[in-house]
């Protein structure tokens, strides 16, 4: 890694990237942007990893950019940076191959709810909240942070959600779609260990083929992802991983997939 900013560990298949800021709530500057951007790529280009959980280090998931660090003088700089760094991050989180779970305590805010969004899987503190503070300050979402929570709750919630600019228990979060599951505070990282390592036992290949399909699902027709379907199915039918969970499911026995 080429800072401190982030920390990277694999273990039982699992990658975990720490957000590691805690004296500034885990505030994206510009090292932790490029740690994060690295993270993601050890992840892709690691074939042992299977899965992946995004966290902050203690006391939270991530306050949003940090305010004071940045060194953005004009609006051109922030049409430029913005796409480059923080949409990128987004765009690999969606385009790896295996899931991501954002693990949630605390509070996650600002361009952080972007990284969080983009996860396939949410879990949260019993006490953590999610909040859009652009508004508070005189500014409108960025880093896809818009995009993402209209496509989590639809447009009309989301404008209430982001212009209201308050807090939303993870209660509520549930109960709208923005996360899968709620944790007590002191078992939410084994929880969230727990199931990445449930996930990294499932086929590879169907894992990331079902990721493509939910993805292209999301901007194409029914009958434009049918066939987007077929296709990606027949690369599942003619994989080892498939032979494997037939003879498994026949033998009565959990299979063994290799990711071939």
């Given at each position: 890694?080429?800072?401190?900013?982030?920390?990277?560990?694999?273990?039982?298949?699992?990658?975990?990237?720490?957000?590691?800021?805690?004296?500034?709530?885990?505030?994206?500057?510009?090292?932790?942007?490029?740690?994060?951007?690295?993270?993601l790529?050890?992840?892709?280009?690691?074939?042992?990893?299977?899965?992946?959980?995004?966290?902050?280090a203690?006391p939270?998931?991530?306050?949003?950019a940090?305010?004071?660090?940045?060194?953005?003088?004009?609006?051109?700089?922030?049409?430029e940076?913005?796409?480059?760094?923080y949409?990128?991050?987004?765009?690999k989180?969606?385009?790896?191959?295996?899931?991501?779970?954002?693990?949630?305590?605390?509070?996650?805010?600002?361009?952080?709810?972007?990284?969080?969004?983009?996860?396939?899987?949410?879990?949260?503190?019993?006490d953590?909240?999610?909040?859009?503070?652009?508004?508070?300050?005189?500014?409108?979402?960025?880093?896809?942070?818009?995009?993402?929570?209209?496509?989590?709750?639809?447009?009309?919630k989301?404008?209430?959600?982001?212009?209201?600019?308050?807090?939303?228990?993870?209660?509520?979060?549930?109960?709208?779609?923005?996360?899968n599951?709620?944790?007590?505070?002191?078992?939410?990282?084994?929880?969230?260990?727990?199931?990445?390592?449930?996930?990294a036992?499932?086929?590879?290949?169907?894992?990331a083929?079902?990721?493509?399909?939910?993805?292209?699902?999301?901007s194409?027709?029914?009958?434009?992802?049918?066939?987007?379907e077929?296709?990606?199915?027949?690369k599942?039918?003619?994989?080892?991983?498939?032979s494997?969970?037939?003879?498994?499911?026949?033998?009565?026995?959990?299979?063994?997939?290799?990711?071939?």
């Amino acid at each position: 890694m080429p800072n401190e900013s982030v920390l990277y560990h694999t273990e039982n298949n699992v990658a975990y990237i720490t957000l590691n800021r805690p004296d500034r709530y885990n505030s994206v500057n510009h090292d932790l942007t490029l740690g994060l951007l690295q993270g993601l790529d050890n992840a892709k280009f690691d074939s042992s990893v299977r899965a992946v959980v995004l966290r902050g280090a203690d006391p939270g998931f991530s306050a949003g950019a940090d305010l004071k660090s940045m060194n953005i003088q004009s609006a051109a700089e922030v049409v430029e940076y913005i796409p480059m760094y923080y949409g990128s991050i987004v765009k690999k989180i969606m385009h790896l191959d295996v899931p991501v779970i954002a693990a949630i305590h605390g509070a996650v805010s600002g361009v952080s709810l972007a990284f969080a969004l983009a996860c396939d899987l949410r879990i949260m503190a019993e006490d953590a909240v999610l909040r859009y503070p652009f508004i508070n300050i005189g500014l409108g979402p960025d880093g896809g942070a818009g995009w993402l929570i209209v496509r989590a709750v639809g447009y009309s919630k989301a404008y209430e959600i982001v212009t209201s600019g308050d807090k939303i228990s993870a209660q509520e979060c549930h109960r709208l779609g923005l996360c899968n599951r709620i944790a007590p505070p002191a078992s939410i990282m084994e929880e969230a260990q727990k199931w990445a390592e449930q996930l990294a036992q499932k086929a590879p290949i169907a894992m990331a083929i079902t990721k493509r399909d939910l993805h292209h699902a999301v901007s194409h027709s029914l009958y434009e992802n049918t066939i987007y379907e077929a296709e990606n199915q027949a690369k599942c039918l003619v994989s080892k991983d498939f032979s494997e969970g037939v003879m498994a499911f026949i033998q009565k026995r959990k299979p063994k997939f290799e990711g071939k």
